[in-house]
């Protein structure tokens, strides 16, 4: 990849009432006012790694080859977690080493990682010691976006020394896969983290507990007030009520299991 | 028109904490990198299509001729609602054939209308049966801001055809004209559906049950915790208590009816 | 400054759920479409002066030279509150003469300031007497931002006629400095009125009541659960627990005082 789009997306837990946010914008637009920065979401629940994590993972192969991915979920901040910067095929990483990139290393082919230890190319004249999203990670976005080769902001370091997160698990068996609600959407459809892909082509049904969620391709299949399961959009089997919230409706959490079973005919398996 | 000023605006109810606006986002940028993309709002209460009408009918005659307004709310995705775009005067419009856009066909000479039905101009290379706000309708506004015309990217449809939703009533008599509440806005402001313009040039009261309204100009001309009415700058009348949220003060919801008054001298009739 | 980048800040009490700011940024773009848009906050609290003042303090300062800051949290909309725009060093300031710039002329070199009397720089053609922010505040900013020279904006008031809240106070002692909360992020962190460059090279402890928080470089310094001060990346002392809301976990509000007291000795004062 020699050309960047000159694109930056944005994601943090900063929330959107104070202007942290803005202020980030403010600092790349001293070095590039040419930039086209795009938010990606600022209500990751605060300070939480994971949930970051997800919605990177959902977001960031809609955009652009070379698009520069800027992200700041960052509890550990002023500690010694390392602030880094990733090459990838589809574009750049920029954020704190603390498994906010764990999707991306298992999904993407990773060229190389630096450690950002070029003080030449952060926010000037103070660096605090709390807000790297705005004196290192936005700076250090907004030079990648502008050109600026991943070698001159720091120097490398071995892949297999980057952090990524206990991976969710799911289990295979000839009967199905067991999984789990990963995330909650606005609708109150509930996500889990099993891959759409291993269940595309084949009928199924979902039990969480008593409750059985049959295959659907659209939640319109269902009638008003229904339960179904789908591959969603964004790529995961996904449980919901037609209509209606499925968090609000049912007593069923982030982390809860939920059972996917082969269907033993070309219909439906129902309850 | 013959030129547009490549200008998106998007209104959708998905919220801001998950990344689905900034994925179409991605999606037209990568169309067209040059586009101008204006979130009008994300806020619409989940699909509930009158809401996001009232929106973007206060929105869309604020932006430049040529704009294309992006709006989903879109509960009977992947049911046989059609996806359609219209041309009209002031701008295109791009979505889901639900009632959304049931005041720009009221309010604007709609100079044609097509059938999303061009696979070819939609995100490959998976389209989604559940967003088609990603799939479809994102990438079909990116070209129509970027230039591509309406014919090439879909057939024609009747305009009789076309879903208005049941029009909000308002009653005129000689005494005055009876409405509805529509929607509350931020600082608790409740907004009728009662047209400025019918009611701009004469005086006048609102009652709501036993609770009078007198009219002003502004809200400064009343009193700290003084009841009002006034045409908003949305062009509505509307209903406000000066300094604080007139829909907490008071137990007046959306669908409630309110009844102005004409005034029977040159000044405010009161209680 | 001869020279403008172009660049809009916009922060309101407008919130999101309703298209406010984004029919400002639409009368802006029908001025000048090549305009950067940035927002810093619409989540001011409704009619909150002195919030919006502490939030565009906080910003302003990371924009490039030349930045119009456009500001509008206006409860006086429509009475005798003047509409004015300042020119200073680092850019433009466009809102209601109301003392959402006081920490502007306390802190900058204003050059000039001038009162919005120039209707045909307005938005037309119905300027409304309830939404100053699309008709005059936003034509205003968009013209600035294109070169428009501020002499042809309006007449010159003096500087001395301007509004300035009354300042926040603090009081130093030898023994220490008095100060206040004046806001509460996100992450519940306390932030006072205390100015980090008081107090940056000294060792010092906090107390509020019988709480004490000792000074930290960075909150990783602290133990999970432990409450710490420091100076805040905006600038300002700020009080927090490490990992946890503060202000969930303890009962202090905005406006409460703290007590900051020097070290005796080169290591933190404890209790």
Not at 61 to 86: E, K, M
Not at 224 to 232: I, N
Not at 233 to 238: A, C, D, I, K
Request: proline content about 7%.
């Amino acid at each position: 990849m020699d050309k960047t789009h000159g694109i930056v997306t944005i994601l943090t837990d900063f929330g959107t009432a104070d202007v942290y946010v803005g202020v980030m914008k403010g600092v790349m637009l001293q070095i590039n006012p040419d930039l086209i920065l795009v938010d990606l979401t600022h209500d990751i629940p605060p300070q939480n790694v994971a949930a970051g994590s997800f919605q990177l993972q959902n977001a960031y192969r809609h955009f652009p080859v070379g698009t520069v991915h800027l992200a700041v979920v960052d509890p550990g901040v002023g500690s010694c977690r390392r602030a880094i910067a990733l090459e990838t095929e589809v574009g750049f990483f920029v954020g704190p080493d603390n498994g906010l990139f764990s999707r991306i290393l298992q999904l993407e082919g990773v060229k190389s990682a630096i450690l950002l230890n070029q003080p030449r190319y952060w926010y000037k004249p103070i660096p605090s010691l709390t807000f790297h999203g705005r004196d290192i990670f936005a700076p250090i976005a907004a030079y990648l976006a502008s050109g600026i080769s991943l070698v001159e902001l720091g120097d490398p370091i071995p892949l297999d020394s980057l952090t990524i997160l206990p991976a969710e698990m799911y289990q295979s068996s000839p009967l199905g896969i067991r999984g789990q609600i990963q995330a909650v959407d606005r609708f109150g459809n509930l996500i889990s983290n099993i891959p759409g892909d291993l269940v595309q082509l084949r009928d199924w049904s979902v039990a969480v507990g008593a409750r059985h969620f049959p295959k659907r391709l659209t939640y319109a299949e269902a009638a008003w007030g229904e339960p179904l399961s789908l591959v969603g959009s964004h790529g995961w089997v996904e449980l919901a009520i037609q209509g209606e919230s499925a968090q609000q409706m049912l007593d069923i959490h982030i982390g809860d299991s939920i059972e996917l079973s082969w269907a033993t005919c070309s219909s439906d398996v129902l309850p």
